[in-house]
């Protein structure tokens, strides 16, 4: 067999699949980190900086996570952004009161409540994903703007042990077992899987495929509050804005859950979409320690993803794409 | 073969205008294979489904061991100890082989909502091998084992729980040999050990050989069951068709000359892991039919002479020497090409009537690029109204039409285009007796104008009433070829295709 | 209730149903939604919103959008989604703010090749590498905004100061009129309704019919862009300069647009070119209604995005979404 082909073979097998997998994605962060390293020895890439680099990723690798479940059912959602918002607002008012239990427990909680509207809503209007949350994104962003009074909500310095390390680090990880178990261990994992292969006969398995969307939804924007956590401790504020000024804050989470559905297929979901947001949050670390404006960011975002996406997409042979 | 275990009772099923299933009623006996046998568009399929949850009945009922089946889903149908290994693939993509022998039935793994993998891979593995299939791995993904592994899998999903009921519609005609032979070591395993197997197949030879008893249905309804061991091909086709059509349902000349004019020449053509080396003349008005297994690659010459194969090496030629290579150049040198998959392939079915049957003229009907709809709906009206569409109104949706009006708007449109070769792969797929009727007719008037058919076909009969060569194919080559001949049969094409 | 009233209300239902899903009816009621709208409007404004000043105001909103509604509704018959519009008005506006200078023409010519340009390369990633369309715009969304950001970042890119004298109602009025009819009449009388109609309703079946499917594609989002790049220009004149938040959310405000207008999602056979103008009138009366009933800046988003589930649910055609995702 050529070598070619006797690697194909190995990747079928399970434990080489994953040890693959894993190696080509942090061959791509290291060659990143290299690139930039070498461009600009002095601004980039020490040992400290790259730990901040990591940290700053992970934020958006719990929202990946989260969105994973939705994405694999092949379903959509616009309104992560607001959601992020609204939870980390709530998650703050109730820390003024009850320290961090308030902080947690309210952002999860909120964001929980926000995906169960969401799913059930989906499922009972029969509306498209894509189109039911655009309208969702349009009154989340009102109610954040109510719950604060559109005010500043600035997080208390003594309760921002998940802005830094340790703390952020291990909320993460937390989320990201999570996300792994649940994927591995549990039906919904199965599930949402099996829904994204074949919803018509799935339905016919006797899967309850409405109940495992609304599941997915709850799932999805549970994650999401972690992320808002997450995202409040490090900026340790947040302000509610109208004008559909969220839209922004869902397409970052959603490259991790690209790198996690490209190398899917090797078994190894959560651990690529850690390693991607990684790897864009070196990018973006990288043009800026070149003294590119911050503007630069969004460029380097769209360009990556798009060459991302183009690498990893293989359809069949005269499927349809829209 | 003990008492009886099912009835069917007054079994009714329409779909839309479509009557699919008439006033069915019938009985099986426990430790029996019972063969169900019929044309395409028999009911056969939809009587089954309805038996396995797949669809709703719309009157009668089902009475399982004497009391009323009640099922919505094919996993309650399981639970009530009805299964179903259906033709098309029953498994899904992106799943583990073991979570697809046991999707909608994890529950016996799962403890407070954690499912236990290793254990359920366990298990699998165990049935895997208890079956015989051990060389297939349950925690590997699905989607690296082929179609008829998958298929294999599939037989444990079905039947690992000991159903009293197993229904097995269409699954030998996409195996091997081998893929047969496991099955039929199954069915009569299942079959001793008390159990029910009915048995859905096309190939009448493997029906009379491997089921105690067959019933027929035709057009819906319900004609009779005979033994196994009294019965005979033609019989059983004699109650399949019903003896009035069939004298005049195709062609009655026989050797009348076909012209040497060639219109079409294939030459080598090949299409990776479908077809190798195809070579091929087609005359001017003649019916050339291409008859094999399913997955002879038949299917892919079609696909291929219209322009529409993907990797296809090799050259189709017309008579001026035109090279046709992509679908454009196809149609628009005349080629018309109606697949055997018509609601994505043949036809728009979210699209109206008359849509549907100006596109592949829309270039003509064009007077300096400006349509006028009054020109195309007078286009539209004429070509359906030729063939009798039977329609509300052109700008009625296809997705209203019953599957033989559906091929009738198909067939319109070619006929606006008057194309010279026109490609049918399974023309008359799942229509009632009435339209194929026309079909034929059709197709007989087509060839006296001077136009070229290609017929691809897995209906043996067909072919034999209405070609004028076929064309045999195993294994994606040509493996024989026959000339029209009266004393042409069934088993001199099926020992070609095997 | 006895049994004769409840077989009575089941055939109302249905007979009511039966009607709703008659496609002629259909096709009307997002004009009787306008008609609603503007009524209600009228009565809670004591009739100001159907002044001339109201309607002026309204307008001047309703030209970009609708040119830009016009590109994107042929993106979505085919069942593509394009969301880098706003990204296109942005660079498009900003190339027309450079060439201003040197000639009007030439910069609108400029202006819509910059959005063909970015249009292209939405349908070659698309159609080369089969990336679902609404992947590959939202990248070049991001990627072309950031570029528009970047050209403003010391200060926004002003035109010839002169150009603003162009901002005249009737220019305004004849130019969006003139590409409606343009696209109408390409649209509706020559083959490229019909293929993209067949496209968006079933893609496979459609190559099979004879049309080059992945050509048509490509040319359509390259359409999509340049007749943005053309909005770009009613754009220029009437702000006079560009910031980097030029164009922001364009392809939000269309999408709502359109679907108030009732486009299908999916695009297909049941699209009609009403969508675009209906949608876009519902749109901007009911952005200014709301504002001029007095409302706070938030309470008017909740308002809009209720009224846009609200209707999105009562107009989806269920039937022809199969599956719905």
């Known amino acids: 067999m050529s070598i070619g082909k006797r690697l194909n073979e190995l990747k079928k097998n399970e434990l080489f699949g ?84 308030g902080l947690l427990i309210g952002a999860v909680l909120c964001g929980l409540a926000i995906g169960l509207c969401n799913g059930v809503i989906y499922a009972k209007l029969r509306i498209p994903s894509m189109i039911v949350t655009v309208g969702l994104m349009l009154i989340f962003e009102c109610v954040a703007y109510f719950a604060s009074g559109g005010e500043k909500q600035s997080l208390d310095p003594s309760l921002q042990f998940f802005g830094h390390a340790p703390g952020n680090m ?135 993803l798009l060459l991302i996406v183009a690498i990893t997409t293989k359809p069949a042979k005269g499927a349809v794409v829209k | 073969m003990g008492e009886t275990i099912l009835v069917a009772e007054n079994i009714c099923k329409s779909f839309g205008i479509t009557k699919a299933v008439r006033d069915v009623s019938m009985t099986f006996a426990r430790g029996e294979i019972h063969g169900l046998i019929g044309e395409n568009g028999s009911g056969k399929s939809t009587f089954v489904s309805m038996l396995c949850g797949i669809h709703s009945i719309d009157s009668g009922r089902f009475l399982l061991n004497g009391e009323e089946l009640h099922v919505k889903n094919q996993v309650e149908a399981n639970d009530k100890g009805v299964s179903i290994i259906v033709q098309e693939m029953g498994t899904l993509s992106g799943l583990t082989v073991a979570e697809n022998i046991f999707l909608g039935r994890e529950d016996r793994f799962v403890k407070y909502g954690i499912k236990n993998t290793t254990a359920m891979n366990r298990e699998a593995a ?93 057009d819906g ?31 009655t000349d026989y050797g009348e000359p076909v012209s040497g004019e060639t219109v079409l020449s294939v030459q080598g053509v090949s299409v990776p892991e479908r077809i190798n080396g195809i070579s091929f003349e087609l005359y001017k008005g003649e019916i050339l039919g291409f008859g094999g297994l399913s997955e002879c690659g038949m299917h892919e010459v079609g696909k291929a002479i219209f322009g529409a194969s993907y990797d296809r090496t090799g050259s189709v030629t017309l008579a001026d020497g035109t090279k046709i290579d992509s679908i454009p150049t196809a149609i628009r040198h005349s080629i018309a090409y109606a697949s055997k998959d018509r609601d994505n392939e043949s036809i728009i079915i979210y699209d109206s009537i008359r849509d549907n049957i100006i596109l592949p003229s829309i270039n003509d009907l064009a007077e300096k690029r400006i349509l006028r709809k009054k020109k195309l709906n007078e286009f539209a009206n004429r070509y359906a109204k030729l063939i009798s569409v039977k329609m509300t109104g052109v700008d009625q949706f296809v997705s209203n039409l019953s599957g033989g009006n559906k091929q009738k708007v198909v067939l319109a449109r070619w006929i606006g285009r008057d194309s010279d070769i026109i490609v049918l792969d399974s023309p008359t797929r799942g229509i009632d007796v009435k339209v194929k009727a026309d079909i034929y007719a059709l197709m007989s008037e087509l060839k006296a104008k001077g136009k070229s058919i290609i017929m691809i076909s897995e209906e043996i009969q067909e072919l034999l009433g209405m070609c004028d060569r076929i064309i045999i194919m195993k294994n994606g080559v040509i493996n024989g070829e026959f000339k029209r001949d009266e004393r042409l049969s069934e088993e001199d094409l099926i020992a070609k295709m095997v | ?79 593509g989604l394009d969301f880098s519009q706003g990204s296109i008005l942005g660079i498009s506006s900003i190339v027309i703010s450079y060439l201003s200078f040197y000639s009007i023409p030439l910069a609108v010519i400029a202006g819509i090749l910059a959005g063909a340009l970015i249009g292209a390369c939405n349908g070659f990633f698309h159609v080369k590498f089969k990336i679902p369309s609404f992947i590959v715009t939202i990248c070049t969304m991001y990627l072309f905004r950031g ?83 053309f909005a770009a220009f009613l754009n220029v004149i009437k702000v006079g300069s560009i910031t980097a938040t030029a164009g922001n959310q364009l392809e939000t405000m269309i999408l709502i647009a359109l679907v108030l207008g009732g486009l299908p999602i999916s695009g297909g056979a049941r699209v009609r070119f009403s969508n675009i103008v209906i949608g876009t009138l519902i749109y901007c009366v009911l952005n200014n209604g709301l504002v001029m009933l007095g409302y706070d800046t938030a309470i008017q988003q909740f308002i809009k995005g209720t009224i846009f589930l609200i209707v999105v649910a009562l107009t989806i055609d269920k039937k022809s979404l199969h599956i719905i995702k």
């Open chain 1, 18 to 101: 994953r040890f693959y997998g894993i190696m080509l994605l942090l061959l791509l962060a290291v060659f990143f980190w290299a690139v930039f390293k070498i461009l600009t020895p002095d601004n980039f890439g020490t040992l400290e900086k790259t730990y901040y680099y990591l940290q700053s990723s992970i934020i958006y690798s719990v929202g990946a996570c989260g969105f994973y479940f939705i994405v694999v059912m092949g379903l959509f959602d616009f309104s992560i952004g607001a959601n992020v918002v609204l939870s980390a607002i709530i998650g703050v008012t109730l820390s003024k009161q009850f320290g961090y239990p």
């Open chain 3, 1 to 79: 209730m006895t049994e004769k009233t409840i077989v009575e209300e089941k055939i109302t239902l249905m007979k009511v149903k039966h009607i709703l899903s008659n496609s002629r009816l259909r096709d009307l009621l997002p004009l009787f939604g306008l008609i609603i709208i503007v009524a209600v409007f009228a009565v809670m404004t004591d009739m100001s919103i159907i002044e001339a000043r109201s309607i002026n105001l309204i307008l001047s909103q309703v030209y970009v959008l609708m040119i830009a509604s016009t590109g994107v509704f042929l993106v979505m018959t085919i069942g």
């Open chain 2, 126 to 218: 165990r049935l895997l091998d208890k079956y015989g299939f051990g060389h297939i791995d349950a925690a590997a993904m699905i989607d690296h084992y082929h179609f008829e592994d998958r298929k294999l899998i599939e037989i444990v999903k079905a039947t690992y729980f000991d159903p009293q009921i197993v229904v097995i519609d269409e699954t030998t005609t996409a195996l091997s040999q081998n893929g047969r032979e496991e099955l039929y070591k199954h069915m009569k395993r299942i079959r001793d050990e008390g159990k029910t197997i009915i048995f859905i197949s096309h190939d009448l030879t493997e029906v009379i050989e491997f089921t105690d008893n067959i019933s027929v249905l035709r």
């Open chain 1, 170 to 304: 291990i909320l993460a990880l937390i989320a990201f077992l999570l996300t792994f178990f649940i994927l591995k261990y549990t039906k919904i994992g199965t599930y949402c899987y099996a829904i994204g292969s074949d919803e018509y006969v799935a339905k016919n398995m006797g899967i309850n495929v409405n109940k495992y969307k609304i599941l997915g939804f709850v799932l999805l924007h549970g994650f999401v509050g972690i992320m808002a956590v997450l995202s409040v401790s490090f900026g340790t504020s947040m302000t509610a804005l109208t004008g559909m000024a969220t839209m922004s804050r869902n397409f970052t989470p959603l490259m991790g859950t690209f790198f996690g559905l490209a190398f899917r297929k090797y078994g190894t979901p959560v651990t690529a979409m850690v390693i991607g947001e990684f790897i864009i949050s070196i990018i973006f670390n990288g043009f800026i320690a070149l003294g590119a404006p911050t503007t630069i960011q969004n460029v380097v975002t769209g360009a990556a």
């Open chain 3, 147 to 229: 570029l528009c950001a970047y050209m403003t970042t010391d200060a926004p890119v002003a035109a010839k100061i002169t150009i603003t004298e162009l901002n005249l109602t009737w220019l305004k009025i004849s130019l969006t009129v003139a590409v409606l009819l343009i696209v109408y009449f390409i649209f509706t009388f020559t083959k490229l309704g019909t293929c993209l109609k067949a496209i968006g309703a079933g893609e496979t079946a459609a190559r099979f019919s004879g049309i080059r499917t992945n050509l048509t594609k490509f040319l359509i989002f390259t359409a999509a862009g340049a007749i943005t790049g």
């Open chain 2, 221 to 251: 309804s319900y004609i009779d069951t005979v033994k196994s061991s009294d019965a005979s091909e033609d019989e059983l086709k004699r109650l399949m068709v019903g003896r009035e059509i069939a004298s005049k349902y195709y062609r």
